[in-house]
């Protein structure tokens, strides 16, 4: 005979070759006595209470709370069910591999089939946008949608937005009526000041637009007073063309060589009066500078400077104020 704790009843039985047959103990001091098993009994050290407590336990049945999240109770078996679209539970491996497919910060859009031609048929609309594109120098290619696309970020990034005078020490000596107009060169961030009455002093001035600093450059060259009044940069040349108002009717006219910040003499060829023009404009279409005409309005001719390069630049951009200058 052997006791066996049968665990729905809490209770132990006495299980022997022959089949089952119940026993049940007693405590007698700090003895436990099982009826019918036959041999001495020892003192077990435990009182016959604690024995009696303990073999009368028994673990109430399990259940499940009211959200269960896949979980479920057969018998002694507690399984978990895998996860559905509708129904919770254990992460399946398939699912786990698809939300390790996505990115960080991914959204769900749905968008319509005329939303969806949109982004693939080249046009732009609130959902996808295209780069501006440029019309070359001859404009050949001009498309005004494209062009106001080019600008209209520029114009919105200015909306609203306040300006304001600023000052600053030049540091330099320079004469009265000293300049008319400057010209920025690309390639070496500077402003160039055109001479007017500076025009016949040794030294010219230009911006450092790195430092904000004024600097001043001995030209080197011979001119008159009131000589130039204002500028155009040339972009295939890489050269700011002085435009030639006292100088007009001199036999050189001058340019800046914007590789070097040389000053540059050349015979230009021409008949034209005193004070024969006040600044200038790029044509990109044609590679001129056509000078603005002031003293030299009523003759019979005017001028350009012919340009014989043929390089793309973009003339939105060279057209505008940037580059022309009084």
Known sequence: MKPVLNPLTGKFDM?????????????????????????????????????????????????????????????????????????????????????????????VNNISDVNATNLTDGGATTLHTHLAIL????????????????????????????????TYAHGVTAVANAYAGGVYSPTQNRIYLIPRSQANQTNWHYIDCATGTVVAYAHGITVVANAYYGGVYSPTQNRIYLVPFAQANQTNWHYIDCATGTVVAYAHGVTAVASAYIGGVYSPTQNRIYLVPFVQANQVNWHYIQEFSFAEISPSLMASALFNKF
């Open 135 to 166: 019309p070359s120098t001859r404009l050949d290619d001009f498309d005004y949608d494209e062009l106001i696309k080019y600008l209209s970020p520029i114009h919105a990034k200015n909306l609203a937005v306040e300006f304001a005078a600023g």
């Open 15 to 107: 299980v022997n070759d022959a089949g089952v047959a119940p026993v049940n103990p007693s405590a007698d001091n700090n003895l436990v006595a099982f009826n019918g098993i036959a041999g001495v009994q020892k003192d077990s050290g435990i009182a016959g209470a604690d024995v009696a407590s303990a073999v009368s336990l028994k673990h109430a049945a399990a259940t499940i709370g009211a959200t269960a999240n896949g979980l479920s109770i057969a018998g002694q078996k507690i399984s978990l069910a895998a996860a559905t679209a509708a129904i919770p539970g254990a992460m399946s491996a398939a699912y786990a591999s698809k939300l390790d497919g996505i990115e960080a910060g991914a959204e």
